[in-house]
């Protein structure tokens, strides 16, 4: 399977819906990419949320929002880096796709010239869909 037609969907998808960030791709894109190496998932829920609701097999946690915080973690960025090369495909994957898009928006702006949402999320987008997932 070649990741190359995900990503060129991805991209159209940002330009119908001028996304600021490389593309949006569909949980099952994301798993295919996943799989296929392609890319990497970052979740961007909170702690809490990541422990207690289920995660994506292979995924890192770098929390949007810390739980009972109201604004983005200032150090997000500093710990997006210190993990992930800014030419790294990054699928940014939160609850319900929202935290996600500013997440990728802000890596975009950052020099994350690869950084895609995963519509929907992990509990509106991904479970949902019946892909494989560790409660």
């Not at 960030?21 to 894109?29: I, K, N, R, S």
């Not at 970052?42 to 289920?54: I, K, P, S």
């Not at 519509?119 to 987008?125: D, S, T």
């Amino acid at each position: 399977m070649s990741a190359q037609p995900i990503f060129e969907r991805a991209a159209a998808r940002a330009e119908a819906g001028g996304l600021p960030y490389a593309g949006a791709v569909t949980p099952e894109e994301a798993h295919r990419l996943q799989q296929a190496g392609a890319a990497t998932i970052v979740d961007v829920r909170t702690r809490g949320e990541f422990e207690q609701v289920g995660l994506v097999a292979g995924t890192v946690l770098i929390e949007w929002r810390r739980d009972g915080e109201h604004q983005p973690d200032p150090r997000f960025l500093e710990r997006l880096r210190a993990r992930h090369a800014a030419g790294t495909a990054l699928l940014f994957i939160c609850r319900s796709g929202v935290r996600s898009h500013y997440a990728a928006e802000l890596a975009a702006a950052a020099g994350y010239d690869r950084a895609y949402n995963v519509l929907g999320g992990f509990e509106q987008g991904w479970r949902p869909a019946g892909l494989p997932w560790i409660p």
